[in-house]
T-cell receptor, first 114, second 114 residues
């Protein structure tokens, strides 16, 4: 069965520091991978997506993610975190199985300290 | 371009009641998916509709049902509400039911079952 694991429930970083959020997936076929961000009381906003090609993908708000097939990972990074990045981040894999669905991880809550 | 909208924003029901949640897809989109996000968890796929037909279903009982209308708006109906149905319900629309299509999420409806 498909699954996504985000090992870190909470992460706290200082403003201006670098950030890496981990994501591991389990999926038998070629994965379509996504990172979403959710602020309190808001829906999900897409940060970036990987379908094929270059394994380093750039997204909005200065985020990037690297797909590593050998490690089944799709980690999200940002070189310098801003206070406004505090939110919950979800990694997801797109699954084509009687329709098209997203399988999400449990999320990582990012706290930014000044 | 109007994004995905959902109504109501919040809803309180009692156990055993029935509820209907509504979603208006983004302009030009013909596919809608519904997700349940329990507190502290990632969203879980309920089902997807494509051109008014169910196009995929997650591991949810039949008391969760849906409709998609000719204008591509959608409803999620839940009968015989249980306490565990308390969650944020997210609607997402996309252009086609394809493996790599981006899903655009609405802000969600927060359902509380007492």
């Amino acid at each position: 069965a498909q699954s996504v694991t985000q090992p870190d429930i909470h992460i706290t970083v200082s403003e201006g520091a670098s950030l890496e959020l981990r994501c591991n997936y389990s999926y038998g076929a070629t994965p379509y991978l996504f990172w979403y961000v959710q602020s309190p009381g808001q829906g999900l906003q897409l940060l970036l997506k990987y379908f094929s090609g270059d394994t380093l993908v750039q997204g909005i708000k200065g985020f990037e993610a690297e797909f590593k097939r050998s490690q089944s990972s799709f980690n999200l990074r940002k070189p310098s975190v801003h206070w406004s990045d505090a939110a919950e981040y979800f990694c997801a894999v797109g699954v084509m199985e009687y329709g098209n669905k997203l399988v999400f991880g449990a999320g990582t809550i990012l706290r930014v300290k000044s | 371009e109007t994004g995905v909208t959902q109504s109501p924003t919040h809803l309180i029901k009692t156990r055993g009641q029935q509820v209907t949640l509504r979603c208006s897809s983004q302009s030009g989109h013909n596919t809608v998916s519904w997700y349940q996000q329990a507190l502290g968890q990632g969203p879980q796929f309920i089902f997807q509709y494509y051109r008014e037909e169910e196009n995929g279903r997650g591991n949810f009982p039949p008391r969760f049902s849906g409709l998609q209308f000719p204008n591509y708006s959608s409803e999620l109906n839940v009968n015989a509400l249980e306490l565990d149905d308390s969650a944020l319900y997210l609607c997402a629309s996309s252009f086609v039911a394809g493996e790599n299509n981006e899903q655009f999420f609405g802000p969600g409806t927060r359902l509380t079952v007492l």
